[in-house]
């Protein structure tokens, strides 16, 4: 009989018998997550129809469809069910997605701006309180003029026209460059001001402003500049909306948690307010770019390892009362509805919220809740009330992290599992080793003689004695080995996304983050038991208080201390979406792989049936095991092809960045070397740290080799100390005039003083002959030479430099103005004729002259400036005499590059060809 039980298995029925395990897979999948489904197929509709802009009709006729193949027949809808519920969440996220991105009102507040901005008086409710933005911390902060130091949302309900006052509808970014006192949340305010859009990316890797607001629901911003062109109309006590209240609440938390905070902590009490709160407004910009350095980004967005912390001390407390579950259940419940409200409503804190919420009112009933099932719930109620939350970056890297996790945390482990046992087998034999592990199973089982039957403290020590366990082990597995193997899974799981994001990767995130997460949880459980103490009895919340500033600076110090920066992070492009499918798609297969559920065991037929599912859960297949190592190798392999690609050059790329009223170019030689000629602009902004190592990180680019600053003028360097704390940087060359106008206390001695305290290497470069040459490559200096005068403008005395690579060249020429160019003209015509040109002095019709454009004789002319008059532009286009002409402040970022195909030209930030010469 066992012969014929085994006959088809080993026969030509082996078909057969995989073919019938197929629905038996299927109700696998639909009871372990059911919810997966619709999940999985909301999210692909959003993004097919973000991506695409599908039609309309095409997703209801899908809609019909499903609901069609839905009352089919049983057998028919039994095997089709869940590809159904996948077809009909894509239907129903295109259609969200549709509703709310690509409609807008008639009335909406953004229809009213023209191009680059309308004056505007708008009325409207406040519904988010005002809060001081910090003012930018970088070198050159001072010298510049102040950014605007305070911002607050307003909900549009009318605008002044001819004809009065109009309705209108939408949110405002209101931003004034001084603080706002007198406007409270709820409040009916007037506000006048420069009525604007948001700008899209600029450069490539830089930031996204049109997208990043409307995906928050912003339609526009006002610039008031002055607090008196905010005026409170009506002040009604009350908040109208739900959306109003929970700000009123955590208004009020935060008072609680920051009165009587000690006075020694007062510069760091942004980070409590990050940490516990979710509050990031008054975060110290260092403290910030600090965690962001250590890939600790995550430690402090209120997310699930924060209500972990809050469940977890409230279990701890359970246990002190001794609480049965259910009751445990719910006071971990309570504790999770009290810390939502103290903190902003993000997709991370939403998703840890519900799953939190979902795990307690399982306890409650007895019930067990599958962590997917959990993710998928949460992300079904964050697509359906906030679509557009699904396009952020926290809302994709919360969701991987969790998702890593919850999937591969018990895989890894049933890996071990498996590899120690097959261990065992390899050494002892199936069966010996088979019986060996049931004797030790049924050991461990076995209570000792005379102990007192049901005695919980006994079984715990019978048990802790078979498995040969310590509470140091325990606590080394708690503590350590466990935080560990949770990091590195959320770390393998966000890493493509991070990389898709920021351009980076940061190796020690999971190491850091085993370092910092223990007393980042001690401060998130005594943060939540000060707030409690705060509302009740003020004066016990003092001593937590003072516990958590003794707390917070020794986390400070510990986070200052850990390994951070280049080559802890490694920049690269972002990953193309087909290598990002396949990653994912091989940790699903890993994790499926190791399921904990129990696979068909054939190698020993009825013996099988004797092994408890412990064992016979760990044999699988070797046809799955081999395909799984093939995906995982062609995956690791695609990715390093992808990297060696990335890296590669062939030709010459000089990009001139869009920083407004400055300048930036980033020179990349087909040799691997990366050159940058100035880095600044007149943006009250830190220009190194926010565009140029963004678009360098979108590159892959690690190392700056040289920098060549043209002139001492701030607007040519301002960025520079930024970027050396970001990225290596070599050698700096300077003209020999660099230190001529530097008096004590410009810019310019500040930047020699803060190069020379910090090690930099400054260079003068030679009055004359090549300033570097390698390759196919020639950079010769134009100018200065000897012939220029020692009492020339600053502006004159700027470094003009000739790239010349295969026959084609570009002139950067800084600054120079009319003298400097009428003696370029006379000493250096011969070295003038260029292809492209970077016009002298932002493009400025005064200082310029059409002789020097003229004698260059470019093609191409490339201006780095902000928006300018008709006036001015007008002039200049007569100049160009029709050249190929690309502002950076209408176009943003342009790249020229030179290959043996030609010359082409890029422009914006997503590098779309805007200009092509073979």
């Known amino acids: ?174 931003s004034l460059e001084e603080p706002l006192l007198e406007v409270r949340l709820g409040d009916r305010v007037e506000a006048f001001g420069r009525l604007h859009g948001f700008w899209p990316r600029r450069n490539p890797g830089g930031f996204d402003g049109a997208a990043y607001f409307h995906l928050e629901g912003i339609s526009a911003g006002l610039n008031c500049e002055s607090a008196l062109n905010v005026r409170r109309v009506a002040r009604d006590g009350r908040t109208g909306t739900v959306t109003e209240m929970l700000a009123g609440i955590r208004d009020w938390w935060r008072r609680l948690m920051m009165d009587d905070w000690p006075v020694a902590a007062e510069g760091d009490r942004g980070f409590i307010e990050t940490l516990v709160l979710g509050q990031r407004s008054t975060l110290d910009r260092r403290i910030d770019r600090l965690f962001a350095d250590l890939g600790l980004t995550h430690i402090m967005a209120v997310s699930g390892s924060h209500l972990a912390a809050i469940m977890g001390g409230a279990w701890g407390l359970s246990r002190l009362l001794a609480l049965r579950r259910g009751q445990a259940s719910l006071l971990m419940f309570l504790s999770t509805l009290v810390y939502a409200s103290v903190t902003e409503p993000r997709a991370p804190c939403v998703r840890a919220v519900i799953g939190a919420g979902l795990y307690c009112i399982g306890g409650l009933g007895d019930l067990r809740a599958r962590p997917v099932n959990i993710l998928a719930a949460a992300a079904l109620v964050i697509a359906w009330v906030d679509p557009m939350q699904v396009f952020t970056a926290g809302f994709q890297l919360s969701f991987a992290a969790a998702g890593g996790i919850v999937i591969l945390v018990p895989a890894l482990r049933r890996c071990g599992v498996v590899a120690r046992e097959a261990f065992q087998d390899w050494q002892y034999g199936y069966v010996a080793a088979e019986l060996r592990r049931r004797v030790a199973q049924i050991e461990r089982r076995q209570p000792r003689a005379g102990a007192p039957a049901g005695s919980d403290v006994w079984s715990r020590a019978t048990a802790l004695h078979g498995e040969k366990a310590t509470i140091a082990f325990r606590l080394l597995r708690g503590l350590v080995l466990l935080p560990a193997l949770v990091s590195l899974c959320a770390w393998v799981a966000t890493a493509p996304l991070v990389a898709w994001h920021f351009n980076q990767v940061q190796w020690m995130g999971p190491l850091n983050t085993m370092v910092i997460w223990l007393p980042a949880a001690a401060l998130v459980n005594l943060g939540f038991l000060a707030l409690l103490l705060s509302g009740v009895a003020p004066a016990a919340a003092v001593p937590v208080k003072w516990l958590m500033s003794l707390l917070e600076e020794l986390t400070l110090s510990v986070a200052a201390r850990l390994p951070s920066g280049f080559p802890w992070i490694m920049s690269m492009p972002a990953p193309p979406i087909a290598l990002m499918i396949l990653w994912y798609g091989s940790l699903i297969a890993f994790a499926l792989a ?165 090690g930099g290497v400054i260079e003068k470069t030679e009055s004359s002959g090549p300033a570097w040459s390698g390759g196919d490559v020639r950079m010769e200096q134009v100018w200065p030479g000897a012939e220029a005068a020692a009492g020339m403008d600053a502006n004159d005395l700027s470094l003009v430099l000739r790239l010349t690579y295969r026959g084609r060249s570009i002139l950067l020429t800084g600054d120079i103005e009319a003298a400097a160019q009428a003696g370029i003209i006379q000493t250096q015509a011969h070295r003038l004729a260029s292809e492209v040109l970077l016009v002298p002095h932002h493009g400025s019709t005064r200082t310029n002259s059409p002789q020097f454009i003229a004698a260059v004789n470019p093609r191409v002319v490339i201006q780095s400036d902000g928006p300018q008059t008709a006036r001015q532009r007008e002039t200049l286009r007569g100049w160009l005499s029709g050249r190929e002409w690309f502002n950076t402040a209408e176009v943003g970022a342009v790249t020229v590059e030179f290959s043996s195909a030609g010359l082409v030209v890029r422009t914006g930030g997503d590098g779309d060809v805007a200009w092509r010469n073979p």
């Open 1 to 174: 009989m066992m012969a014929r039980m085994e006959t088809p298995v080993l026969g030509s029925g082996l078909v057969r018998r995989n073919l019938a395990h197929a629905p038996a897979a299927l109700r696998w999948a639909e009871s372990a997550a059911p919810l997966a489904f619709p999940a999985a197929g909301v999210l692909s509709g959003l993004a097919l129809d973000h991506a695409y802009a599908l039609s309309p009709a095409h997703c209801w006729i899908l809609l019909l469809l499903t609901a069609g193949a839905a009352l089919a027949r049983t057998s028919i809808r039994r095997v089709v069910l869940m590809p159904l519920v996948f077809a009909a969440g894509c239907a129903t996220g295109a259609l969200l997605d549709q509703a709310l991105w690509r409609r807008a009102p008639s009335t909406d507040i953004a229809r009213c701006i023209e191009a680059p901005f309308s004056l505007a008086r708008v009325r409207g409710r406040v519904i988010d309180s005002p809060r001081v933005i910090q003012s930018e911390d970088f070198a050159f902060a001072r010298w510049m003029r102040p950014a605007p130091r305070c911002v607050f949302l307003m909900e549009v309900e009318e605008v002044a026209g001819d004809a009065g006052w109009l309705e209108a509808s939408g949110r405002l970014r209101v």
């Open 594 to 758: 190791f399921k904990a559920e129990p696979l068909s065991h054939t190698r020993w037929g009825a013996f099988a049936q004797l092994l408890p599912d412990s064992a016979r859960s760990r044999v699988m297949p070797r046809w799955g095991l081999s395909a799984l190592c093939l995906l995982v190798l062609i995956t690791g392999s695609l990715s390093f092809a992808w990297l060696q690609r990335s890296q590669h050059r062939e030709s010459l790329r000089v990009t001139t960045l869009s920083v407004g009223s400055g300048l930036a170019v980033v020179i990349e030689l087909p040799s691997g070397r990366t050159l940058l000629y100035d880095c600044g602009s007149d943006a009250p902004f830190d220009v190194g740290r926010q565009t140029v190592v963004p678009f360098l990180r979108s590159r892959g680019i690690n190392r700056v080799d040289a920098v060549f600053l043209s002139h001492a003028n701030l607007d040519h360097f301002s960025g520079l100390p930024g970027l050396i704390e970001t990225l290596p940087v070599g050698t700096v060359h300077v003209t020999p005039f660099f230190q001529g106008p530097s008096a004590p206390g410009s810019p310019a001695r500040h930047l020699i003083d803060w190069m020379c305290s910090r």
